[in-house]
């Protein structure tokens, strides 16, 4: 359901809907379909929150809209950023379940990452956000309110006296946060849409990816519905390795697996596939492995991207050394695929993967982690502006 009960009358919940649903809404009000447009940019290149302020819309338009449709975001349970500039928000999606947004700055880019479901269903046995369980799925306005909170209040702190480097702005949205977004196939697609309308956030395909645990038969949905950058997460040369890391493998085996990334490369906006891979001590970080990762991915253009693993309590996993992940990475790199070694980023803030909202049911305990994260920060910050002339 797209819509808030408020005050009795149920409120449809403009966030949510893409140009093709808001021009049927529009009709159903009595307007012009263009009028989708005019609200389109209002609500998602201005971010506006307030009819009154659409002021190119008829007054009698602007008071339906007050009484039948609304724009709200999930409320903010709380804002960190991190030493490095990487920004946090934890945000109410209700019933004590949060989700989490984290937006990554670069010189010459603004990555957001953005959640798709309160819990995961596929339970990796490396993600804190699998070991929660799964909620329920995020409606398609509470994807994309992910986005426009996110432009809405950088924007603002544009606004301050701040430094102005790095990027402050949304160049990229990544589907990498906490869920599985092909498990949450109608609003991860109606957001996808938005985010590529002209109207709305305007992204290149190209700037949008989706990451997937390999949910075979929605990965060929997605490359007829609409093909935006695919990252696959591999984790595993083999199956039997794989059916203990994803449990989602036994479902779609590996072989199933590159099928599916061969067929989506056919309409993909870029020519290879990223495949992420969590770099765990002992488990799937040997030379012999990064070899038969090599046979395994044979004939599917690709980049690697390896992740240090992101330690959480009691996972029982370890991440691998330095020294490990780089000679895994050089084997990749010697049979001529890029590979790159994620940086963490935002790491005082436990900013990697639902690391934090898994807590947010126990206030108590967020409170704590909340001062102890403050506390980091300030250690992090003191150290660097300790060592500044
Ligand atoms: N469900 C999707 C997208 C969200 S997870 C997927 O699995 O692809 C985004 C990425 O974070 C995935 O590649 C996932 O494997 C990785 N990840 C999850 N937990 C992690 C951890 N503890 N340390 C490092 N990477 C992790
Ligand atoms: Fe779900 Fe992705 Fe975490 Fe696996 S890694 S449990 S698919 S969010």
Redesign the pocket.
């Known amino acids: 359901m797209n819509a808030s009960k408020d005050n009795e009358a149920v409120k449809v919940r403009l966030l949510g809907l893409d140009r093709e649903a808001l021009e049927r809404q529009c009709v159903e009000w009595g307007q012009k379909p263009f009028r989708a447009r005019q609200l389109l940019r209002w609500i998602h290149q201005r971010g506006a929150a307030d009819f009154d302020a659409m002021t190119d819309l008829a007054h009698d338009f602007r008071r339906v809209l007050a009484q039948r449709a609304c724009i709200e975001a999930p409320a903010v349970l709380a804002d960190h950023e991190s030493a490095d500039g990487t920004r946090k928000w934890l945000l109410d999606v209700g019933s004590g379940n949060a989700v989490e947004t984290v937006f990554i700055p670069e010189v010459d880019r603004g990555t957001l990452c953005v959640s798709t ?1 309160a819990g ?5 046995l ?6 929660q369980g799964f909620a329920r799925n995020l409606r398609a306005d509470e994807i994309v309110a992910q986005v426009w909170h996110a432009k809405r209040a950088l924007g603002r702190d544009d606004d301050e006296t701040r430094t102005p480097s790095p990027l402050r702005a949304v160049t990229n949205v990544v589907f ?5 977004p092909l ?1 949450n196939y109608s609003a991860t697609l109606a957001a996808l849409h938005l985010l590529l309308d002209d109207h709305a956030y305007g992204l290149s395909r190209r700037r949008v990816t989706v ?3 390999g949910v075979v038969p929605m990965i060929d949905r997605l490359r007829e519905d609409c093909p935006v950058a695919l990252a696959v ?1 591999l984790h595993a040369p083999d199956d039997a390795l794989r059916d203990r890391l ?1 449990p ?1 493998n036994r479902k779609y085996p590996l072989a199933e697996l590159m099928g599916a990334c061969r067929r989506y490369l056919e309409r993909a906006p870029r020519d290879f596939v990223t495949f992420e891979y ?1 770099m765990l001590d002992g488990v799937n970080d040997s030379d012999a492995q990064a070899d038969a990762l090599l046979a395994c991915v044979r004939g599917v253009p690709c980049k690697f991207n390896l992740i240090p693993f992101n330690p959480f309590p009691n996972s029982g996993l370890r991440r691998s050394t330095d020294a490990r992940i780089r000679a895994f990475a050089q084997r990749l790199l010697d049979a001529g695929i890029v590979t790159t070694v994620r940086r963490t980023r935002g790491d005082d803030i436990d900013a990697a ?2 690391q934090l909202a898994g807590e947010v049911q126990d206030r108590t305990r967020l409170r704590e982690r909340e001062q102890r994260t403050r506390s980091v920060e300030r250690t992090r910050r003191s150290a660097v502006e300790g060592i500044r002339p």
């Open positions: 479901q995961c269903a596929v339970n990796c490396f993600c804190s956000t699998g070991k990498m946060g906490m869920g599985e498990q990451s997937t645990s997460s994803v989602l969590v993967c639902g």
